[in-house]
């Protein structure tokens, strides 16, 4: 009897995704429960598990195809005698790895996906050069590309590289289905909005010296370090309740105004660009916020992030000053309508009263969505944020 492979539920914030890499083969025995498959959306890469215990019969959906909800992708048999079958080719399989081991054939190879192959083929790269940083220790197009790269440059010294055909080399590489969906998000927030950005400046000393004094024992006593990102969560919280237009969003012709604060972290990952979510931030504390932060971050890292974690939004903030930005104008998170950019904290001359002193300044930017923030509502968001992050005590006193 043969059983349907089927892509789950997406939810709501996600109409497809991309057949990203199936883990095994048609021919492989599998077990209930066993990854197949990974499919990549624009906001997570999905695991599809096998549905019963069997051999898989039928690929219907290769690497790089767009599938939506419930859509079948494959076919998998319970066939004891497939199993049988399969239990064979897996013994003779293990005879040819066996019998190749002078070749430095590797059973993570038998891990990759047809894709991936090819590339090693193409490539013409020995398995045993390749170091796999994909899940389960798993062989990646980029690790392929790496290996290859590094035997190119073992192979040509500086004497023998022709600078003349060098020119014209290129190298062509379809964009990941994230990457896609990222470039795609960006370009239609460009297109729909109305979206102008507006800067001011922050003086960091009081929470530098905050941080300063307090560090140890704020990692002592709640195990996460003390960052800028709380503070500034906090500080936003404090100027989404005194501007809500900022915690809206536009759906057709009306203002959706939410009365949930929901603050989205803006992280990047190896697959690219994610915003987990920091959900009804305004009823957490500054540990609890830092807290949240750091566990979201590090799913992130580790793609780990679930559907949930990355949806539901009202406000997002992002910090450019963890890769040294000095400046930037930060591009609207739809469906959102406003997006607070930090930047990197450089030590500059400021006037304070009729003297020239030298105080760690940040840049802050605000991009906002005009057909419902007029200008002066950003100066006055962005100087509210500036006000709480200069003089912290507002926020014990909620000023």
Do not use: C
């Amino acid at each position: 009897m043969n059983i349907d492979i089927k892509i789950p539920e997406f939810s709501e914030s996600i109409s497809e995704g991309t057949v990203s890499t199936w883990i095994r083969k048609v021919g492989d025995h599998v077990d209930e429960g066993e990854t197949l498959v990974e499919i990549e959306t624009d906001k997570v890469v999905l695991e599809i598990p096998s549905p019963a215990t069997g051999v898989i019969e039928k690929i219907i959906k290769d690497e790089n195809e767009i599938v939506n909800s419930h859509e079948v992708i494959g076919q998998l048999s319970e066939s004891s005698q497939n199993i049988a079958q399969n239990n064979q080719l897996d013994s003779d399989d293990k005879g040819v790895v066996s019998e190749n081991n002078a070749n430095n054939k590797s059973d993570n190879y038998k891990k990759t996906g047809p894709s991936v192959r090819k590339l090693i083929e193409e490539k013409n790269v020995d398995i045993a050069s390749i170091s796999a940083t994909g899940k389960n220790n798993r062989i990646t197009k980029q690790d392929v590309l790496v290996a290859y790269s590094k035997d190119q440059q073992s192979n040509l010294s500086q004497s023998s590289i022709d600078v003349a055909n060098r020119n014209n080399e290129i190298e062509r590489v379809p964009m990941s289905g994230l990457r896609k969906k990222i470039s795609d998000r960006l370009v239609a927030a460009q297109q729909e909005y109305a979206m102008l950005t507006t800067f001011n400046e922050v003086n960091m000393s009081q929470i530098l010296s905050i941080r300063s004094k307090n560090k140890d024992k704020f990692l002592e006593q709640h195990g996460v370090k003390l960052g800028f990102m709380s503070f500034f969560v906090l500080a936003a919280i404090e100027a989404l309740k005194e501007y809500p237009v900022y915690n809206a969003s536009v759906e057709g012709s009306d203002i959706v105004y939410h009365r949930y604060i929901n603050v989205g972290i803006a992280v990047s990952a190896e697959r690219g660009l994610v915003v987990p979510v920091v959900r009804n931030a305004d009823a957490k504390s500054l540990s609890s916020i830092e807290l949240e932060i750091n566990k979201l971050a590090a799913k992130a890292r580790e793609n780990k992030l679930s559907i949930d974690e990355l949806t539901g939004g009202t406000f997002t903030i992002t910090n450019g000053g963890v890769f040294g930005s000095m400046l930037s104008t930060p591009i609207i998170n739809p469906p959102q309508s406003a997006i607070l950019g930090m930047h990197a904290i450089e030590k500059r001359p400021i006037v304070e009263g009729d003297e020239i002193k030298i105080a760690p300044m940040m840049y802050m930017a605000l991009s906002y969505d005009h057909r419902i923030i007029d200008g002066r509502e950003a100066v006055l968001f962005l100087s509210h944020v500036k006000r709480i992050i200069e003089d912290p005590i507002q926020l014990l006193l909620h000023l």
